[in-house]
């Protein structure tokens, strides 16, 4: 690219300048949220880290996507959504912080910044989890479901993308569940409409952790619901698989004609207890399931005794932040270097760190999906569908510490197939220093 040379027109020479203007305010979202880097995006919202303007905390916002942002019942829905993270107070919920909505009407909901990693994208990595990882995870989301339902909360889309697996400031690893986003409640509560909202939300939820009577839309589907899909879930941990696959219309057919398969045909090991405390949970008929999540956690701990010891053992590096106020600008290079060892490439620290990524394939084809963890070398990112393996490939994403987005050349190193979702290794090729530099400083920032 050619350096910019300034030109000079000779015929204004001899006037006053021009009146320098001030630059432009950010803008606050509810006068006191400054937008960085987007975290994640679903069907019709968006979150992005934020800073709050007085305090300086960092935390997560969510926002109804552009598109959507004026729809009243989608607004009345966020801020339902955070009456139901308020009411579901608790160590294992994801804390709300702040709701309301802006000068032009649109609403917003800050939740607490978690440090760590979705239970999905744990799971791709992975495959299947311990038995003792498994019955942990069960008995704290329990626990989070069981303060939920005591104060009229229905979750309703238990699954492991709602399950966040982070670290605290003490560096030990625990559980939150979030995204309360068509939770039901029992009574809205104060400044929130009292008017029923519409059937848009009551297909809304993945089909394969839905329990029967959602499937069939009931009107008396309640909080069994969310013990169903904690057992679907857990059964997932165990085998890397779901009882029932499909979409909406398959996995009714085959929830409503046929028994999940048993857990110990798929892995061995699974005590019989523990395989049949979850098949209880998967009973068609939510009377015959566990009447409580507190009765199902109590049950998945006598299947192993008391749950002590170390911490999860889910997680890698650490987590930090850090602001950088450069513009990165990332050009390809006309041939990519030799590929590394796979001892190079994991010489780098590694940390999680979730953000929307777009892969542009040599073919053209773009697969998108979002960060999991993240090195000077390299992403880790969770997929819509598979990539092609050893091949070149532009990636999109916003960096730590900043909200511009990137544009870096990779190389596919590998990917994994899941059930319905894909891993894929990116390796940076010739990354500038500046943002290496930026990443390792997140990676090390809070370290050990």
């Known amino acids: 690219m050619l350096p910019f040379v300034p030109t000079v027109d000779h015929s204004k020479q001899g006037r006053a300048p021009a009146p320098q203007t001030e630059p432009a305010e950010p803008a606050y979202v509810g006068g006191r949220y400054l937008l960085g880097r987007a ?28 598109e959507f942002e004026f729809d009243p019942e989608l607004r009345d829905r966020l801020l ?57 995870i069960g008995v704290k989301v ?16 238990v699954k492991p993308s709602n399950v966040f697996v982070v670290r605290d ?59 169903y899909a904690l057992a679907v879930m857990l059964y997932e941990c165990l085998t890397g698989d779901v ?18 398969p048993a857990i110990n045909a798929v892995r061995r090991d699974v005590p019989a207890e523990l395989a049949a405390a979850i098949a209880r949970g998967l009973v068609r008929d939510p009377a015959q399931r566990w009447p409580t999540t507190i009765a199902f956690a109590r049950a998945l701990l006598k299947t192993v005794g008391p749950m002590e010891g170390p911490p999860l053992p889910l997680l890698d590096g650490a987590r930090g932040v850090v602001v950088v106020d ?12 030799a590929p590394t060892s796979a ?56 960096p730590p510490g900043g909200a511009s987005v990137v544009t870096l050349p990779t190389v596919l190193r590998w990917i994994k197939d899941g059930r319905g979702r894909s891993a894929a290794g990116l390796e940076f090729i010739d990354a500038p220093e500046a943002l290496k530099g930026m990443i390792r400083a997140f990676v090390t920032a809070g370290g050990p």
Do not use: W
Request: with cysteine; aromatic share 4%; net charge negative.
């Open 39 to 66: 975290i994640a995006r679903g069907g019709m919202s968006i979150i992005h880290q934020a800073e709050h303007r007085y305090t300086g905390r960092t935390v997560a916002l969510k926002q109804i996507d552009a």
């Open 80 to 136: 339902l959504e955070a009456r139901a993270l308020e009411l579901s107070h608790h160590p294992n919920v994801v804390q709300v912080l702040d709701a309301g909505l802006d000068d032009e009407g649109r609403a917003f909901l800050a939740m607490e910044m978690l440090d760590g990693r979705p239970l999905d994208g744990i799971l791709t990595s992975r495959g299947k989890l311990s038995i003792a990882d498994t019955v942990r």
């Open 142 to 157: 329990a626990e989070a479901l069981s303060s939920a339902h005591q104060r009229g909360v229905v979750h309703r889309d």
């Open 169 to 227: 400031d003490a560096g030990l690893e625990t559980i939150k569940l979030i995204d309360f986003g068509i939770a039901a409640l029992r009574g809205s509560g104060r400044g929130i409409p009292s008017r029923k909202l519409t059937q848009r939300d009551s297909i809304l939820g993945t089909p394969e952790y839905m329990a029967p009577e959602q499937l069939l839309m009931h009107d008396n589907t309640d909080h069994r619901c969310d013990v």
């Open 243 to 260: 009882p029932f696959k499909g979409n909406y219309a398959e996995v009714l057919m085959r929830v409503s004609t046929q028994p999940p």
């Open 326 to 337: 450069e513009e990165l600008t990332v050009v390809e290079p006309a041939a990519a270097p």
């Open 343 to 398: 001892e190079q490439r994991r010489r780098f620290a590694r940390a999680s760190f979730t953000t929307p990524v777009r892969i542009v394939q040599s073919d053209g084809q773009v697969v998108d999906g979002r960060s999991e963890d993240i090195s000077e070398g390299g992403l880790l990112v969770l997929t819509s569908r598979p990539c092609s393996p050893d091949e070149r490939a532009m990636v999109r994403f916003c």
